[in-house]
């Protein structure tokens, strides 16, 4: 161990989660050492790996953004570029891009209890050499998806195929689709943004879809945020426009929980206004499931609806038999002729950013731990981690997150304690072994649903996936010593 890879904190990730952690730690623990790692060349994770046509936020900005940082653009749904951009001036406005060690993969974290220390293995994906990076904290902000690949299901015949497939994961840059056959499988929020990026260069762009998702149109500014700009300085018309957006997603959210077939019927309304009476939108926009059971595709300024009323695009709802030379046969016998096929079927979610965790040389298996107020794990030391919320903005956790793991880490330099380690109470052992997050259908959750810790019936080992719950269950005004987490000193 070389002094200068020591550091009192270890971020993994230098995302939207990462860049956050940071600017809390210098802000809320000033005198703690940290570094972010990051596996990739630049900053943003997602916003810097997808690079698709159209390539868009389907959360608005004013809560995407960050709290700190107000979201100055016009648009409020913002394309990837717009806020790569907004990363990289918040790294530079705050003095966190020098933090940041680029080309750093983490793929191993080993736990010494006798020492309180993470040491990680760390590969320079530039020049191929290994180095040990170590720290009495680890904060995981890598993302819940793996980076190695998209999710393409095992397709008939795929090997056949004489054209060009392709996964939004892994675009090329110099993919020509002008006046091609494209066919896009998947209804999800990467279809319906990829689909009329596409469609006015493409002789005509199909999607492909084995059962309807929700569609919501809805303008990409925010009129009230243009208000309140005229009147207040900026970061007051920030806050009052992002407090507006948080009780509105929430509010939405429960909604669909209370009356979801209210909220169904408004959406499939705007759906028949944006496409007229005569479309069939029982069989291509009505889903079979409750709104909210899968996320909501938003679609911004109703772009998919116009390419789809000019005759661009056509959706397709019907089930894959198998790919053919020439393109794809369906179930009912139809071929559909394609010259590039994009497979917009998912992604693979991993725990922890596919690194392998062992505690005191034993491997740990997150499948088996609880979760901790939804952000660290039963019998898991000085670890916390970031999962964004299904229903909301990414970013709002995040934050949650970040400062609380502050408030740990100071609470454990005021009380000279090196661990701080979640312990399930003799009362939560006959706790039922919840699924990490219930009542939400999407493919790439039900498919690594097993491999996610458990959550229980009751505080503190609950994944909410509520704001505000979280946001009262994290606050200022909770003990952090609440009889589960364990602060412990190094036993001399």
């Known amino acids: 161990m070389t002094e200068e890879n020591f550091f009192d904190v270890i971020v993994v990730g230098a995302g939207i989660s990462g860049i956050g952690s940071a600017y809390r730690l210098q802000k809320e623990c000033p005198d703690r050492s940290f570094v972010l790692l990051e596996g990739r060349p630049n900053l943003g994770g997602t916003w810097d790996l997808f690079r ?56 191993s974290a080993e736990w010494s209890s006798e020492k309180a220390l ?134 939405i959210y ?22 007229g009476p005569e479309y069939d939108i029982k069989r291509h926009f009505t889903p079979s499931y409750n709104p909210w059971d899968e996320r909501l595709c938003l679609v911004p300024n109703g772009d998919l609806f116009r390419v789809i009323r000019k005759g661009k695009v056509s959706v397709v709802t019907e089930t894959i038999e198998c790919f053919t030379q020439d393109g794809i046969l369906l179930k009912t016998g139809e071929e559909m002729q394609a010259d590039i096929i994009v497979t917009a079927t998912g992604l693979n979610l991993v725990t922890l950013g596919e690194v392998d965790f062992t505690i005191d040389g034993h491997p740990v298996d997150f499948s088996k731990t609880w979760i901790y107020k939804g952000l660290a794990y039963s019998d898991v030391p000085n670890l916390i981690s970031t999962f964004g919320y299904i229903n909301a903005s990414w970013t709002l956790r995040a934050d949650i997150n970040s400062s609380y793991a502050c408030r740990v880490l100071n609470h454990m330099r005021k009380t000279g304690t090196q661990k701080a ?72």
């Open 52 to 107: 698709y046509p159209g390539i868009r936020s389907d959360s608005d900005m004013h809560t995407l953004g960050f709290s700190f940082k107000p979201w100055k653009a016009a648009k409020s749904i913002a394309d990837g570029p717009a806020i790569l951009e907004y990363l990289e001036e918040t790294v530079n406005e705050f003095g966190i891009k020098e933090k940041i060690r680029f080309n750093h993969l983490v793929s």
């Open 118 to 251: 993470w040491t990680l293995k760390v590969t320079n994906t530039e020049n191929g050499e290994t180095s040990n990076y170590t720290s009495n904290f680890l904060l995981m902000c890598s993302g819940y998806y793996s980076y190695k690949s998209g999710y393409t299901p095992p397709f008939e015949g795929i090997e056949n195929y004489s054209g060009t497939i392709i996964h939004p994961q892994e675009w090329p840059e110099d993919l020509d689709y002008s006046d091609k056959r494209v066919v896009v499988i998947g209804s999800g929020a990467t279809a319906v943004t990829l689909v009329p990026a596409i469609a006015e260069r493409a002789d005509h762009v199909v999607m492909l879809q084995r059962s309807p998702t929700y569609v919501v149109a809805r303008p990409d500014h925010d009129s009230f945020s243009a208000f309140l700009r005229k009147i207040f300085p900026e970061r007051i018309a920030y806050y009052l426009t992002r407090k507006k957006n948080i009780f509105g997603q929430n509010y």
């Open 254 to 275: 429960k909604m669909t929980r209370k009356d979801p077939e209210k909220i169904k019927e408004k959406l499939l309304e705007g759906v028949r206004m944006a496409l």
């Open 421 to 492: 380690t979640p312990r399930l109470r003799e009362s939560d052992m006959d706790m039922p072994r919840r699924d990490w997050i219930e009542g939400f259908s999407s493919g790439y959750m039900k498919r690594s649903m097993s491999e996610m810790p458990k959550q229980g019936d009751r505080e503190p080992w609950l994944n909410t996936q509520d704001f505000y719950k979280d946001k009262k269950m994290l606050s200022r005004n909770t003990p952090l010593e609440d009889g589960v987490m364990e602060f412990a000193k190094i036993e001399r």
